[in-house]
């Protein structure tokens, strides 16, 4: 008995237009994604530590609004900070002669509101270091210290 070979069966289904669709997706994918561009240099961002407590012998305010306060003054958004720089530097002053300041330099802590904007911060920092105080510190809210 003599058996014949089942035909080939010719498939009608390609594999081509699946093919495409893949290639398609794949570059869909590379378009739209976002890449990040490289860092053009290694950098370590600051820490905030929850166990260190903001302490300093100066302390100045900076609150949402703008307001700048240091102990009993304090000045309006739109006012002159100059009085209040004034009082800041007669502090140092007098924090000075009882202190040795030569060794180390009174730290001034900066409590400013997070809703402040940095145009604000930035624009107290030099006012700040003409008063006298090289280091600023910069106190941060909950779940962080200093």
Do not use: W, Y
């Not at 089942?6 to 994604?33: G, H």
């Not at 209040?84 to 400013?112: H, N, V, W, Y």
Request: net charge negative; charged share 20%; hydrophobic share 45%.
């Amino acid at each position: 008995m003599q058996f014949d070979t089942p035909p080939k069966r010719t498939s009608n289904a390609s594999l081509l237009p699946m093919i495409n669709v893949v290639f398609l997706l794949l570059i869909f994918f590379l378009i739209s994604a976002k890449l990040a561009p490289p860092e053009p240099f290694p950098t370590e961002p600051p820490k905030s530590v929850a166990e260190a407590e903001a302490d300093g012998e100066f302390t100045v305010h900076l609150g949402a609004q703008g307001q700048l306060g240091f102990r009993a003054d304090v000045v309006e958004p739109d006012g002159d900070t100059a009085a209040l720089i004034e009082a800041l530097q007669s502090a140092r002053t007098e924090f000075c002669a009882s202190a040795d300041c030569g060794a180390t330099a009174p730290k001034l802590m900066l409590r400013a509101d997070q809703h402040v904007p940095a145009q604000r911060l930035a624009a107290l920092l030099p006012k700040l270091g003409q008063a006298g105080f090289a280091r600023v510190e910069l106190v941060t809210g909950a779940g962080g210290g200093v």
